[in-house]
C-alpha cells in the first residue's frame, strides 16, 4: 500500500503563510502527476494546484497566491496571503505506475487541516 505522508498544516491569521509538504516513498516506481487538494467543512474536494511533467495547475481561487513545487518524490505547496477561505483539510495526491505493474494509479494523503483564522 502506497502512503503519501503530509505535514505543515496549523492555525495561521489571515494574510500569514505556511507551507506543506507531501513525501511518497521512494523508489517505488514512476511518480506522474502530484498535487494538492483541500475540503472545506460541507463542501466537496477542490483542486488547489498540480505538478505534472513541468506544468503546473492551480484551482482560480489561489492562482498568485500559492505556489507549488515538486522534487522527485516529494511535493511542496506554499501558501501566501491566505485567507478565511482556505480553511480545510489539504490532501495530497499522487499518480503513481508501481514498478511492476501495467498502469498508474491515483494515492491519497491522510490530509493535513489547515485553519485560517484571527
Known amino acids: 500500500q502506497v502512503q503519501l505522508v503530509e505535514s505543515g498544516g496549523g492555525l495561521v491569521q489571515p494574510g500569514g503563510s505556511l507551507r506543506l509538504s507531501c513525501v511518497a516513498p521512494?523508489?517505488?516506481?514512476?511518480?506522474?502527476?502530484m498535487g494538492w487538494y483541500r475540503q472545506a467543512p460541507g463542501k466537496e474536494r477542490e483542486l488547489v494546484a498540480s505538478?505534472?511533467?513541468?506544468s503546473t495547475n492551480y484551482g482560480d481561487s489561489v492562482k498568485g497566491r500559492f505556489t507549488i513545487s515538486r522534487d522527485n518524490a516529494k511535493t511542496y505547496l506554499q501558501m501566501n496571503s491566505l485567507k478565511p477561505e482556505d480553511t480545510g483539510v489539504y490532501y495530497c495526491?499522487?499518480?503513481?505506475?508501481?514498478?511492476?505493474?501495467?498502469?498508474?494509479?491515483?494515492?491519497w494523503g491522510k490530509g493535513t487541516l489547515v485553519t485560517v483564522s484571527a
Open positions: 495526491k499522487a499518480n503513481i505506475r508501481l514498478r511492476g505493474y501495467p498502469y498508474a494509479m491515483d494515492y
Open positions: 505538478s505534472s511533467g513541468g
Open positions: 521512494g523508489n517505488i516506481g514512476n511518480i506522474n502527476t
